[in-house]
């Protein structure tokens, strides 16, 4: 007879028994595999991709994550809201993407999912970028000018393309060292607390997030007390005179040049035809006597009137004569607009017109515009410096000290017309000036 323990016992070994048999006749099925891969896929293909980056560029968003393992592709999706909803732009097998298809100055929202086994897992964290135009250091600042008035100077340049800023510069020495005394995103400012009589000397640069622009070119003002820089003269040529005086306003003492006349509302040269040995045909005539500063502005209206031959209109800065000698500088402008020039009046002794050797062209700027009838004709000289413009746009910019280091400290603005001693012109000639202002700076 057994026990209940002998029984349990035996029932234990026959269970043990049977499932050892059991699985020594059955292995796992191929099914069984392959769920077992399945699941693992699933596993693999539902995990999120991880360190999703955007790097904005110029017209372009560079996209790069981290792998996931048994990943065939992977689907990139934008959007420009956050948060979706997302279009599909991509299906790479990389864990990168350029996304080209995009435009500058606006936001994208991009998120990444990965595809295993025809199955997708879910999307990736959001990120974002802004794509922008390529930024380079703007180019320099051209027609940089100077105008000085008491204890102050007003600076005024070219706007660079691409600048935010401009960066100005001061110095009492030419050439510098210079020292930044203003920075603005406009393209003038005035430079103040300054001290009369002292010469400052300028550049500007243009900056922004990419860096900045080399200096400009140099431009000087010297601040001078009110009442010198208030002296102006402005005249319509109302009255009719050979030569002009307009009360004796006007000077001309060389008589080895020819003179200015004023008839109808102009003012216009003497053009003797045929040529005379005795007159250089260089009318000329200048407002001496008034106290005009060194630094000075004059401005004329072209009148184009009859033309012929060979003929200039001229603006005169720091003009002074005497019986036998001229010296100051003359800005002159072909009628057909061939060439503008500015040159120099040295002063040397004249004993006729064929004596004029100390005539020295400092500059040119050739096949400019041709003025038109109304156009206005503007020089200045501000330091060293003098500014030709026509109609508004800057034609010459000339350090006049940079030739031999002679530079005249004094004088009185003018007008002059020439004839260039061709002799074709006609005596009937009217290329000159509707009027004519000048004042201090």
């Avoid at 790069?64 to 956050?82: E, F, H, P």
């Avoid at 203003?182 to 990419?210: E, F, K, P």
Wanted: some cysteine; overall charge negative; hydrophobic content about 35%.
């Amino acid at each position: 007879m057994c026990t209940d323990r002998s029984v349990k016992t035996a029932m234990r070994g026959l269970v043990a028994t049977i499932f050892i048999a059991v699985l020594a006749g059955c292995g796992p099925s191929d099914d069984a595999q392959t769920l077992a891969s399945d699941d693992s896929v699933s596993v693999e293909a539902t995990s999120r991709p991880t360190n999703l980056a955007a790097t904005a560029g110029d017209s372009k968003v560079s996209l790069a994550w981290s792998s996931q393992r048994r990943a065939s592709s992977y689907n990139v999706r934008r959007s420009t809201t956050s948060g979706g909803p997302y279009t599909r732009i991509a299906n790479p097998t990389s864990t990168y993407y350029t996304d080209t298809s995009v435009s500058n100055d606006t936001t994208y929202f991009y998120v990444v999912s990965a595809i295993a086994s025809g199955r997708e897992g879910s999307n990736s964290s959001q990120v974002s970028a802004i794509p922008r135009a390529s930024i380079s250091t703007p180019s320099v600042p051209t027609n940089f000018l100077a105008t000085a008035a008491s204890t102050e100077a007003t600076l005024a340049w070219n706007a660079s393309s691409g600048a935010t800023t401009y960066n100005v510069k001061r110095s009492t020495v030419s050439g510098g060292p210079y020292e930044q005394v203003a920075s603005s995103s406009s393209t003038s400012v005035t430079d103040s607390a300054l001290t009369n009589g002292t010469t400052y000397y300028y550049v500007v640069s243009a900056a922004n997030s990419a860096g900045e622009s080399a200096n400009s070119a140099q431009v000087a003002a010297k601040p001078v007390a009110a009442s010198a820089a208030a002296v102006s003269y402005t005249t319509s040529f109302d009255a009719n005179e050979s030569p002009i005086s307009e009360g004796g306003k006007w000077k001309h003492n060389n008589p080895w040049f020819t003179n200015v006349i004023t008839s109808g509302g102009n003012a216009v040269g003497t053009y003797p035809n045929p040529q005379r040995a005795d007159k250089y045909e260089d009318s000329y005539a200048y407002l001496g006597g008034m106290g005009f500063p060194p630094n000075q502005y004059a401005s004329a209206h072209i009148h184009k009137g009859v033309t012929g031959g060979y003929l200039e209109v001229e603006l005169h800065l720091r003009v002074t004569d005497s019986a036998n000698s001229t010296q100051g500088y003359e800005c002159y402008l072909h009628q057909n607009g061939e060439y503008v020039s500015v040159a120099r009046w040295s002063g040397g002794p004249m004993s006729g017109p064929a004596s004029v050797s100390y005539f020295a062209s400092l500059a040119t700027a050739n096949n400019v515009a041709a003025p038109k009838d109304g156009d206005l004709f503007e020089a200045q000289i501000v330091g060293n410096i003098i500014t030709v413009k026509l109609a508004g746009a800057t034609l010459l910019t000339v350090d006049v000290s940079q030739y031999d280091g002679v530079v005249f400290a004094s004088g009185d603005p003018g007008i002059g017309f020439d004839a260039g001693g061709s002799g074709a012109e006609t005596a009937s000639s009217t290329f000159g000036f509707s009027d004519f202002s000048a004042r201090g700076l």
